[in-house]
């Protein structure tokens, strides 16, 4: 019997086969999956923002891309998951409001995708699957059994990745 474990904002967490990892309501923010399909162990991160060394107060270290991954790989290893085995699989950045400027603080979603992707990139990290950025919030369940990710939106199919 498996168990879903729920990941919030700005936070993290892990599992092993059959259990299953959801974030709900991803809009600018980005959940990042990190996968070993040997252990069958898998990690989700909801970050918040892109780079934790511009924020005072930065404790959380899921809240932010640059320290997210790096805490979720830690957990995973911990696990019994093997560094080099990862793959990840991300979704969510969206840009959730319409506005005309190029303001960065506006484009807040755009923003924390390229901090994703920089930071598993310069990892070593391949991203296998993506679904970001576009106007709309994303609901994500992944399952470590058959390394799939479904993803959720309101108005829209069932995507499986």
Known sequence: MSVTIKVGMADLNVCTAPDV?????????VG??????????AGLV???LPDSTKIKN??????????GI??????LTA????????????????????FNANSDMLRIGERNT????????SLG???????????YGRTLEFYPETGQLYIKSVGKPLKIM
Do not use: P
Request: glycine share 8%; with cysteine; proline share 0%.
């Open 70 to 75: 790096d805490a979720l790989i830690l957990r």
């Open 79 to 98: 696990i019994g998951a093997n560094r080099n085995r990862l793959i990840a699989k991300i979704a969510g950045g969206a840009q959730m409001f319409a």
């Open 32 to 41: 990042i999956i990190l996968y070993d399909s040997f252990s069958k162990t």
């Open 114 to 121: 390229e901090a994703s992707k920089l930071k598993l990139q």
């Open 58 to 67: 930065n404790d959380n270290a899921a809240k932010f891309a640059d320290t």
């Open 46 to 48: 909801h970050i918040m």
């Open 125 to 135: 990290i391949r991203i296998v699957a993506e679904d970001t950025g576009l106007d």
């Open 21 to 29: 990892l959801t974030t709900l309501g991803l809009g600018s923010c």
